[in-house]
């Protein structure tokens, strides 16, 4: 028995030793596989860094890895809702079945180089606030990761701060936010995106996650993320690397949006959209590169057999030759290697530095489109590239839009920013300078690049310098000069025949190019008119309206003089609010007649501008629904004024309670008995209109601009004949007095003015209308029948009773059933 013992203790103890080794190696597998079935994937390289030279704690992978991989928010985040403009700015775009995507790239380089203007600029007066090393170099760092689909644009720029992050992406909606929602839901075209300031969220055409990782000099870094359900959450950031300044912006694309990580695509995208980006835009891009590498023992030796049978007919001589003590070399082979390296995308120097000659029509179009963030298909209407030299040396380049900003006249004077960009040495400065052009002139786009002007100033400070009225005076006439190239290119605006035949043969393409120009910033050639009294007589060059004899087209006041008859020497115009409505004026009766050729101003602020623009190459602009209207002497003129001078002696005043200053003969009328005029320097009754119809406005003050009025009658018409028959018949006659009162409202009504008491003129009309059908002065309306109103209130009472009794019987049927 003792001497199984220890043989059977031995045995014993060599079974738990092999038990626990295998326990230990279960483990150890049973680790190894959930390592496998989690897959963290990496943090993303530093963009910019050595590939595999950067180590990542297992623990961070894991934290980032459940994030990707669920595409859910951080717990650890602090979570907030989007406000509720832009929750419906998102629902458009990702819903919207918008083909072209790809305009999500240019935005976000667009925002980019916006972020990267600012830390430059601040970079003027502190030169510390860039750092050192890799982030002081200002550029756009795009990259790819194909495994993970995942899309990384990344900016040394200004970054965000984390009060930022809330702000500009998600609870705070700018201006332009409910404007775009607004445009898109009448026009749909997603293509505007940038123009309201709004592009960010175009990354969800293709995105169902983002993050945007940012890191502000003033802040730490912070991670904003969102699935554009309506949330989105900020934490500090803890996993990622240091950005050390600026923003990185991760989109994890969707399954049909693949085609975004593919290099070529991406490369065509930046051509496209972004060539003039003032920043190098670089792309984390794979190269294939041949490299000699030792051959293998076997290629060797095949080599040499195959050398050797192909030698057989040379010369043993050849042979003999070559020494013994020749060094040998070591046989190598060349193979494809694939590397990755930062791949410059824009290499283009800046149009405005280049010569206005070398430039092509595509490239300005291109450029413009990268300026004004307008992808749209239309061309801009024109441009001008210049260099100035002189005192002040700046370099420009100046675009007509195609369209006017959906909010150009809306806030006109409350605007500071302008759409001119200002550089000095190639530094981008500011887009907020007012001095660079007049308000008026606030349509066009473009830039400034100034070599005379200081960097290291404060924005105020510099509009102080004398240098800026000299650019802004230059940029005045250069960008009339180009406005009014427009019309002179366009066949349409030509008005000598043979002039015409030359433009349009040169290019047809230029026609109805200076129409389309003027129904979109019109306006804003009229606001320089009163504004700007230096270039007054240049702008009125620019004006454009319809006259009587234009046959629908738009005239000039050069093509307006041309037309005139031989001895007019005013300029004849009339204000109303539509031209249907002034083409049957009884002011324009006698011009018609006579051949005159009438300018219609339809606009509200044509009256204002007819205040400031008196008169043009010496002729004198007369209002004809106004006093002062010549149209030649007529011989008979004295004898009429005297015949009428009863007449118009007694209506003057019977019409003193009506504020007329006068009562005269007409030279204006043909077919209308009677107008009212207002005086010259007066308002009319289209600018009393206007005036009455403002929110603030004060009847009182409104009173002491009001022009004194006049009624102007026609002599030759059978009313006014019969009415000046009976009035030297009967002055006293009771029946005149009203039919003269009668005819003076309705000439009120008719020349454009507004009725003080328009119950009493309707009264005068019915009891017109009485006398005409033979119905007595004193019939009286029919009394309605009491018995009626009475009969009609039993009836909805006994209306309102018979539901009642129809509830009780249908009780009493339920009741009867619930018996049965």
């Keep these: 028995m003792r001497k199984w013992t220890l043989p059977s203790a031995l045995l014993l103890l060599c079974l738990l030793f092999l038990f626990a080794d295998q326990g230990r190696n279960f483990q150890a597998n049973a680790e190894v596989d959930s390592d496998e079935l989690v897959d963290p994937p990496k943090v993303e390289d530093k963009i910019g860094a050595v590939p595999n030279g ?65 830390i430059r600029f601040l970079s003027l007066t502190d030169k510390e606030i860039l750092g050192e090393g890799d982030n002081a170099k200002l550029e756009i760092q795009i990259k790819l990761d194909k495994e993970k689909k995942i899309l990384s644009v990344r900016d040394r720029g200004i970054g965000m701060t984390k009060e930022d992050l809330i702000k500009n992406l998600g609870t705070i909606a700018k201006s332009g936010t409910s404007a775009f929602v607004e445009k898109m839901q009448t026009s749909g075209d997603l293509n505007l995106i940038g123009q309201f300031g709004v592009g960010f969220y175009s990354v969800y055409l293709v995105a169902d996650y983002v993050e945007v990782i940012s890191k502000h000099n003033d802040d730490k870094q912070y991670v904003w993320e969102s699935k554009a359900d309506g949330a989105f959450a900020i ?142 298909d239309e061309k801009p209407l024109a441009w001008s590239h210049f260099n100035a030299e002189g005192d002040v040396e700046f370099k420009a380049v100046l675009f007509v839009p195609p369209k ?113 120009f003027w129904n979109e910033f019109g306006k804003s050639i009229k606001l320089g008119i009163i504004e700007d009294a230096t270039n007054r007589n240049r702008l009125a060059k620019l004006l454009r309206f319809e006259t009587t004899k234009s046959e629908g087209k738009l005239t000039s006041l050069d093509q307006y003089i041309s037309r005139m008859k031989s001895g007019q020497k005013d300029i004849f115009y009339i204000t109303g609010t539509s031209k249907e409505q002034l083409e049957k004026s009884p002011f324009l009766e006698r011009l018609k007649k006579k051949n005159y050729e009438v300018i219609f101003f339809t606009d509200p602020v044509d009256e204002y501008l007819m205040q400031y623009l008196m008169d043009y190459e010496d002729k004198k602009f007369q209002n004809v629904s106004k006093e002062g209207l010549k149209l030649g002497k007529d011989s008979k003129d004295k004898e009429l004024k005297e015949s009428f001078k009863d007449l118009t002696k007694w209506w003057k005043k019977a019409l003193s309670s009506e504020n007329v200053d006068d009562v005269k003969i007409s030279s204006r009328l043909d077919n209308t008995p009677c107008v009212v005029v207002t005086s010259k320097y007066g308002w009319s009754a289209n600018m009393e209109r206007i005036m009455q119809s403002q929110t603030l406005s004060d009847a009182k003050k409104q ?41 003076y409202q309705t000439a009120l009504f008719q020349s454009g003015f507004l009725l003080d008491d328009p119950k009493d003129f309707a009264s005068r009309i019915y009891d017109s209308v009485k006398t005409s059908l033979d119905i007595s002065p004193e019939a009286a309306v029919e009394e309605e029948d009491d018995s009626e109103e009475v009969e009609s209130e039993s009836d909805v009472k006994e209306a309102a009773s018979t539901p009642t009794a129809e509830a009780d019987a249908g009780n009493d049927d339920a009741d009867a059933k619930d018996e049965l």
Aim: hydrophobic share 30%; net charge negative; aromatic share 8%.
């Design 54 to 118: 950067l180590s990542t704690d297992s623990d961070v992978a894991r934290r980032e890895a459940e994030s990707i991989s669920k595409r859910s928010l951080r717990s650890s985040a602090e979570k907030f809702e989007f406000q509720a403009e832009v929750s419906r700015l998102m629902d458009i775009i990702i819903n919207s079945l918008y083909s072209n995507k790809d305009i999500f790239l240019r935005e976000l380089i667009s925002n980019a180089s916006d972020a990267l203007d600012k």
């Design 235 to 376: 934490s500090e950031d803890t996993w990622n690397e240091p950005l050390g300044r600026g923003t990185e912006i991760r989109l994890h694309l969707r399954d049909e949006a693949g085609e975004y990580l593919e290099e070529f695509k991406l490369k065509e995208l930046v051509k496209r959209y972004s060539e003039f980006i003032n920043f190098p835009i670089y792309l984390w891009a794979s190269k294939e590169v041949d490299v000699e590498v030792p051959a293998d023992e076997d290629e060797s030796s095949d080599e040499g057999e195959s050398s050797e049978s192909s030698s057989e007919e040379e010369s043993e001589e050849d042979d003999a030759e070559k020494s013994e003590d020749e060094e040998k070399k070591p046989k190598t082979k060349t193979v494809k290697e694939t590397t990755y390296e930062w791949e410059l995308l824009n290499d283009v120097k800046a149009i405005w530095l280049r010569n206005p000659k070398e430039v092509t029509d595509e490239e300005y179009n291109k450029f413009y489109q990268s300026l004004a963030k307008d992808f749209s």
């Design 404 to 516: 006017a900003p959906h909010d150009l006249y809306e806030s006109y004077y409350n605007a500071n920013k302008s759409n001119l960009k200002l550089y000095v040495r190639r530094v981008f400065i500011s887009d907020e300078f007012d001095e660079l052009l007049p308000k008026y002139l606030n349509f066009l786009k473009g830039l400034v690049d100034s070599d005379t002007l200081p960097l290291n100033v404060s924005r105020e400070m510099l509009q102080q310098y004398s240098s800026l009225k000299t650019i802004k005076k230059k940029l005045i006439r250069k960008a009339l000069d180009m406005i009014r190239r427009i019309a002179d290119e366009d066949p349409d605006e030509a008005t000598d025949k043979d002039k015409k035949e030359e433009v349009l043969s040169d290019n047809d393409e230029k026609r109805g190019q200076y129409a389309k």
């Design 703 to 743: 009173a002491y601009m009001r022009g004194k009025r006049v009624l102007e009658v026609n002599p030759r018409h059978p009313i006014i004949k019969e009415l000046r028959q009976r009035v030297i018949k009967n002055p006293e006659d009771e029946s005149v007095k009203q039919t003269a009162q009668l005819v």
